[in-house]
């Protein structure tokens, strides 16, 4: 597998063969979102854009009548699937792009887009994945959207207040010893926050945390 290849077939098939050991690393929610969480009414729809195996999807579910979580790739939704029921939460689980949303315009209440965005190769096409959160939201909405950060400490030679960020590869290392690379533009804060504000998003707050680029934002 070439792991610099960007495609989002390739990221579908890189997600699919690490999707059960991601489970096992990725048990708790986010204290950022946990936090956002906590100041939203949730309201009737709720959404979470790259849901990975749902530990943010089932706090979704506490605090709306319904949520939805979307990912590419079928392997992660699987182990939402089997969390949902150890766990006792209900959800919709929908294998689809971020950049193309499978739902209808103004429908979404709350909308967790975390860990997600770096994934996608291309300024224009991030940029349309954020237009494409926008276009589902409602107008009193409210969403938290999340990316790798250059203020992260694993790139030492950046301190965070570059205004570009830059492509890269980051291994994931199965218990076996084989690695699998995965793309991810690495956001510089004030790149982060433009590429919201192209998309026609409003920016509410913005801020570095944990090395990740963090916005709330609304339509």
Same mark, same amino acid.
């Given at each position: 597998?070439?792991?610099?290849?960007?495609d989002?077939?390739?990221?579908?098939?890189?997600?699919?063969?690490?999707?059960?050991?991601?489970?096992?690393t990725?048990?708790?929610?986010?204290p950022?979102?946990?936090?956002?969480?906590a100041?939203?009414?949730?309201?009737?729809?709720?959404?979470?854009?790259?849901?990975?195996?749902?530990?943010?999807t089932?706090?979704?579910?506490?605090?709306?009548?319904?949520a939805?979580?979307?990912?590419?790739?079928?392997?992660?939704?699987?182990?939402?699937?089997?969390?949902?029921g150890?766990?006792g939460?209900?959800?919709?689980?929908?294998?689809?792009?971020?950049?193309t949303?499978?739902?209808a315009?103004?429908?979404i209440?709350v909308?967790?887009?975390v860990?997600?965005?770096?994934h996608l190769?291309?300024?224009?096409?991030?940029?349309q994945?954020?237009?494409?959160?926008?276009?589902?939201l409602? $107008?009193?909405?409210?969403? #938290?959207?999340? *990316?790798?950060? =250059?203020?992260?400490?694993? %790139?030492? +030679?950046f301190?965070?207040?570059?205004?570009e960020g830059?492509?890269?590869?980051?291994?994931?290392?199965?218990?076996?010893?084989?690695?699998?690379?995965?793309?991810?533009?690495?956001?510089?804060p004030? $790149?982060?926050?433009?590429? #919201?504000?192209? *998309?026609?998003? =409003?920016?509410?707050?913005? %801020?570095? +945390?944990?090395?990740?680029?963090?916005?709330?934002?609304?339509?």
């Open positions: 597998m070439d792991s610099a290849d960007p989002p077939e390739r990221l579908r098939a890189v997600y699919d063969e690490i999707a059960d050991h991601f489970d096992k990725r048990a708790y929610p986010w950022e979102v946990e936090e956002f969480l100041d939203s009414s949730g309201g009737e729809w709720a959404l979470d854009i790259g849901c990975g195996n749902g530990r943010h089932a706090l979704l579910a506490e605090c709306a009548d319904h939805v979580g979307l990912d590419i790739s079928r392997g992660l939704l699987e182990t939402a699937r089997v969390r949902m150890e766990d939460w209900a959800g919709e689980l929908v294998q689809g792009n971020g950049a949303l499978p739902l315009s103004n429908q209440d909308a967790l887009y860990a997600t965005l770096h190769p291309e300024r224009e096409r991030r940029v994945s954020l237009r494409e959160l926008r276009r589902v409602r $107008e009193d909405g409210r969403a #938290l959207v999340s *990316a790798w950060s =250059t203020a992260h400490d694993r %790139f030492d +030679s301190d965070g207040t570059e205004p830059f492509d890269t590869t980051v291994d994931w290392t199965l218990p076996d010893g084989e690695t699998v690379g995965r793309f991810y533009h690495i956001y510089a004030e $790149e982060f926050e433009a590429d #919201l504000q192209a *998309a026609g998003l =409003t920016v509410q707050e913005s %801020f570095v +945390s944990s090395g990740n680029c963090y916005a709330t934002v609304s339509t």
